[in-house]
C-alpha cells in the first residue's frame, strides 16, 4: 500500500522558514514523478516543485523559485521542501503526492498524481 506522511507545517511570521517532509513507502515503481503542491482556500491545487525519478528532472513554479527548494534522499522515496522568505500568500495546505510511470518530463498537475498525503497546514503572519 503507498503511503505518504507530511510533516513540517506550522504557523511562521513573513520573511521566515520552513522545512516540510514527506516520507513515502509502498513504491511499487521506480520510475514515477513525486512532489509537492498546495491548496488555499477558494482556490485551485497548484504544482509547486516536483522531481521526476526517471531523468532526474526538477520543476519548480514560477510563485516559488528562488525561493523555495525540493531536495530528496538517495531513493527518492523521501522528499523535503526548504522554504524560504515566506509571504503571506504562501498561506494553504500542502500536499505531497506521487505519480507513477515513465514520463520524459515531470509531471506537474494534479490529475497526474495516483497518491497524496493527507495535508500539512503552513499559515505565513504579516
Known amino acids: 500500500e503507498v503511503q505518504l506522511v507530511e510533516s513540517g507545517g506550522g504557523l511562521v511570521q513573513a520573511g521566515g522558514s520552513l522545512r516540510l517532509s514527506c516520507a513515502g513507502s509502498?513504491?511499487?515503481?521506480?520510475?514515477?514523478?513525486i512532489g509537492w503542491f498546495r491548496q488555499a482556500p477558494g482556490k485551485e491545487r497548484e504544482g509547486l516543485s516536483c522531481?521526476?525519478?526517471?531523468?532526474?528532472?526538477?520543476y519548480y513554479a514560477d510563485s516559488v523559485k528562488g525561493r523555495f527548494t525540493i531536495s530528496s534522499d538517495n531513493a527518492k522515496t523521501t522528499v523535503y521542501l526548504q522554504m524560504n522568505n515566506l509571504k503571506p500568500e504562501d498561506t494553504a495546505v500542502y500536499y505531497c503526492?506521487?505519480?507513477?510511470?515513465?514520463?520524459?518530463?515531470?509531471?506537474?498537475?494534479?490529475?497526474?498524481?495516483?497518491?497524496w498525503g493527507q495535508g500539512t497546514q503552513v499559515t505565513v503572519s504579516s
Open positions: 503526492a506521487v505519480g507513477f510511470g515513465y514520463s520524459d518530463y515531470v509531471k506537474t498537475h494534479p490529475h497526474e498524481y495516483d497518491y
Open positions: 509502498g513504491f511499487t515503481d521506480d520510475d514515477y514523478s
Open positions: 522531481i521526476n525519478t526517471s531523468d532526474d528532472y526538477t
